[in-house]
């Protein structure tokens, strides 16, 4: 008796299924396999829920410089949920530009110089001027209750899908700059930040690219592998395991802030409206979500993050990351989320990126399906 031609396909298809399932099998089989301890999830476990507003640049952020009424404005904002990944390429590029435009304008050496932001651009920015014997001043809106201090610590240097490969050669070199500096202070070697950041294993969905390949290329990170990592309960995932940069925010805010005291650097606490509210002729404009008021720059978008950080952790044994995309169901529909988990002081979970969003305290419910996802990930 005969197959239809229905049979047939379907007969052909399930021989080249068996086929591909048989050979995945064989590959995940020599793949070594990681044993990781889960993080708890349970009620007991959740210590506090985090959402905050990061100002995202559309294609890539801005860092330049222009006179503009007798001031030389330096801009250095953007950076949206990237601004620790890129932060010391871009705050060092900044002052590159400004040193350029002091040979070009004389009249300004030795001016009074204001620094609009206490992020860890603002700091940053006034450490290092101040180390090359300039005298900054931090100006600053919010100064203890900002993005900076609660940001997860992913060292994430991907560039934006509509970036241009001019604008992606930017990201690597500030990239590179950045891990370099990182490295420096996890190795100890850094001129003034003493904590922080460490070399850890990271683990990242095959799908889930964060752009390390020209890292790998000039050595500055060891070539990943593929790897099975088994939570000992059940779960088991293929994922690359990369050994990079934990940058650890909370720290490093801590020591930039030991530092701008320990240098004297002023900071005043006050809201910018218009670059004319302030007396100083050299500005740093590092006002992240106040860089768009500042400027008028329609392509920075407003973007929410939630995050919810954890307690009651065995953190010793939780010292890797984890960043995956997850396929969840919203309105009957699948959704493409990700999953973030970082040994930022007991834990944190992550992330998401709502565009457009300008209040804070928008989208709640983000915080129980970002613990369900990573609850049905994690196995608890």
Not at 94 to 106: A, G, H, T, V
Not at 134 to 153: D, L, V
Request: net charge positive; charged share 20%.
């Amino acid at each position: 008796m005969g197959l239809s031609v229905g049979r047939i396909s379907m007969v052909r298809y399930m021989h080249i299924l068996n086929a591909y399932i048989i050979k995945e099998f064989s590959y995940l089989s020599i793949m070594r396999i990681v044993k990781l301890k889960p993080p708890q999830l349970s009620p007991d476990h959740i210590q506090t829920k985090v959402s905050c507003i990061r100002a995202h640049r559309e294609r890539i952020f801005q860092v330049s410089t222009a006179l503009n009424q007798g001031k030389l404005i330096c801009h250095n904002y953007g950076q949206g949920g990237a601004g620790w990944t890129f932060l010391f390429g871009c705050v060092h590029e900044s002052i590159r530009q400004f040193e350029k435009r002091l040979l070009l304008n004389p009249t300004f050496k030795n001016k009074p110089i204001a620094v609009i932001g206490a992020g860890c651009y603002g700091l940053l920015t006034a450490l290092l001027l101040a180390h090359k014997g300039f005298t900054p001043q931090i100006i600053a809106k919010e100064i203890s209750n900002i993005p900076s201090n609660r940001a997860a610590g992913f060292f994430f240097p991907r560039p934006r899908k509509s970036s241009t490969q001019e604008e992606k050669t930017i990201f690597t070199s500030f990239g590179m700059e950045s891990y370099k500096n990182y490295v420096e202070i996890a190795h100890g070697t850094h001129p003034f930040i003493q904590a922080g950041p460490k070399i850890l294993p990271a683990y990242f969905g095959f799908d889930n690219d964060p752009g390390f390949a020209p890292y790998v290329a000039q050595s500055l990170i060891q070539k990943p592998e593929k790897v099975i990592v088994d939570f000992g309960n059940g779960k088991q995932y293929g994922l690359m395991e990369y050994k990079t940069i934990f940058i650890n925010p909370a720290a490093i805010m801590q020591e930039l802030h030991r530092n701008v005291t320990k240098l004297g650097i002023s900071i005043v606490q006050k809201e910018i409206h218009l670059f004319n509210d302030i007396n100083e002729p050299i500005v740093f404009n590092c006002a992240g979500m106040g860089a768009k008021k500042l400027t008028g720059d329609k392509r920075i978008i407003p973007v929410q993050g939630h995050l919810v950080t954890l307690q009651n952790q065995p953190i010793e044994q939780l010292q890797y990351m984890i960043n995956v995309k997850v396929t969840t169901m919203k309105n009957g529909r699948p959704r493409d989320e990700l999953i973030y988990f970082a040994p930022k002081d007991s834990g944190i979970l992550g992330i998401t990126f709502k565009r457009g969003q300008t209040d804070v305290c928008a989208n709640p419910e983000e915080f129980d399906r970002l613990v369900e996802r990573c609850q049905d990930y994690f196995g608890n």
